[in-house]
């Protein structure tokens, strides 16, 4: 099993940025994938970011290109979510997730076995 934790979301104007943190713990070592998904409310969950666990390579939405970048910490067993220039369109909530096994299909929800609670993200306009 692998525990994920979210934390650094909160209000902020457009244009502005976040950073969000997902903190991993349990059986880490057997995990390939680390992503970023969100939801908005009356939308479906939706693919932002992943990370091979190793730190490379790295995935994007075409939404999100450009302007967040998705990194790892291995020594302390740590994801982060950089977010900058958002827009009222990047408001959602937004989940950690993780696989347990390599896949191609990192933007696939059904691919990741392990879920944060996640961690809201407000921009106003």
């Known amino acids: 099993q692998v525990q994920l934790v979210e934390s650094g979301g909160g209000l902020v104007q457009a244009g502005g940025s976040l950073r969000l943190s997902c903190a991993a713990s349990?059986?880490?070592?057997?995990?390939?994938?680390m992503g970023w998904f969100r939801q908005a409310p009356g939308k479906e969950r939706e693919f932002v970011a992943a990370?091979?666990?190793?730190?490379?390579?790295?995935y994007y939405a075409d939404s999100v290109k450009g302007r967040f970048t998705i990194s790892r910490d291995n020594a302390k067993d740590m994801g982060y979510l950089q977010m900058n220039s958002l827009t009222p369109e990047d408001t959602a909530l937004y989940y950690c997730a993780a696989a347990r096994y390599p896949t191609i299909a990192v933007r696939v929800t059904a691919s990741y076995d392990f879920w944060g609670q996640g961690t809201q993200v407000t921009v106003s306009s």
């Open positions: 349990g059986r880490t070592s057997s995990t390939y994938y």
């Open positions: 990370i091979m666990w190793s730190g490379s390579p790295t």
